[in-house]
T-cell receptor, first 114, second 115 residues
Framework: KAGVTQTPRYLIKTRGQQVTLSCSPISGHRSVSWYQQTPGQGLQFLFE???????NKGNFPGRFSGRQFSNSRSEMNVSTLELGDSALYLC?????????????FGPGTRLTVL | AQKVTQAQTEISVVEKEDVTLDCVYETRDTTYYLFWYKQPPSGELVFLIRRNSFDEQNEISGRYSWNFQKSTSSFNFTITASQVVDSAVYFC????????????FGQGTRLTINP
């Protein structure tokens, strides 16, 4: 069974640009969660999508957005990039049903904003 | 509010020493899960263990062991006879079942095992 894949693995952008990151969950998983990891703030929850709907959202500005497609693949977008957006972005997939759901993490996309 | 605290930012030991990573959590929920993840330099989070709030039994897996104590809201992780390959950043995390199913992570402990 293939794991969670994230593309691209590395990305370099400049301030003011926008970026789109992609996450393909494990087959059969309907929930995709995104996390941002920075040296200063650690690992923080961005948002979760389930069946094409945003189900939960963390405390991030509106420049951070996402969506999920009918095949459960998810994208997150960051507009008007700032230096502080440089981070490792991790996505996790799970079945998303009620009760406990194991979350499986992808390898991450490392974004550098210059 | 939910919170996970890993008081040790960095730990450095010599190979073969035992080392314990501390984790203290806060939640008002009665049903939750606790996790430990390992993050090597490649960045991927590697799942190590999951514990639910109703199971306080300690667990041992090879050189790894975990001590869960609800009375002190702690979930500590011990590596016995550490090896250089254990060098990584280790995260403790809390997952609530009710409401938003999001992981709340501690700040991580960078463990360096010196040969």
């Amino acid at each position: 069974k293939a794991g969670v894949t994230q593309t691209p693995r590395y990305l370099i952008k400049t301030r003011g640009q926008q970026v789109t990151l992609s996450c393909s969950p494990i087959s059969g998983h309907r929930s995709v969660s995104w996390y941002q990891q920075t040296p200063g703030q650690g690992l923080q929850f961005l948002f979760e999508y389930f069946s094409e709907t945003q189900r939960n959202k963390g405390n991030f500005p509106g420049r951070f957005s996402g969506r999920q497609f009918s095949n459960s693949r998810s994208e997150m977008n960051v507009s008007t990039l700032e230096l502080g957006d440089s981070a490792l972005y991790l996505c996790a997939s799970s079945r998303g049903t009620s009760g406990y759901n194991e979350q499986f993490f992808g390898p991450g996309t490392r974004l550098t904003v210059l | 509010a939910q919170k996970v605290t890993q008081a040790q930012t960095e730990i450095s030991v010599v190979e073969k020493e035992d080392v314990t990573l501390d984790c203290v959590y806060e939640t008002r929920d009665t049903t939750y899960y606790l996790f430990w993840y390992k993050q090597p330099p490649s960045g991927e989070l590697v799942f190590l263990i999951r514990r639910n709030s109703f199971d306080e039994q300690n667990e041992i897996s090879g050189r790894y062991s975990w001590n869960f104590q609800k009375s002190t809201s702690s979930f500590n992780f011990t590596i016995t006879a550490s090896q250089v390959v254990d060098s990584a950043v280790y995260f403790c995390a809390l997952l609530l079942i009710q409401g938003a199913q999001k992981l709340v992570f501690g700040q991580g402990t960078r463990l360096t095992i010196n040969p």
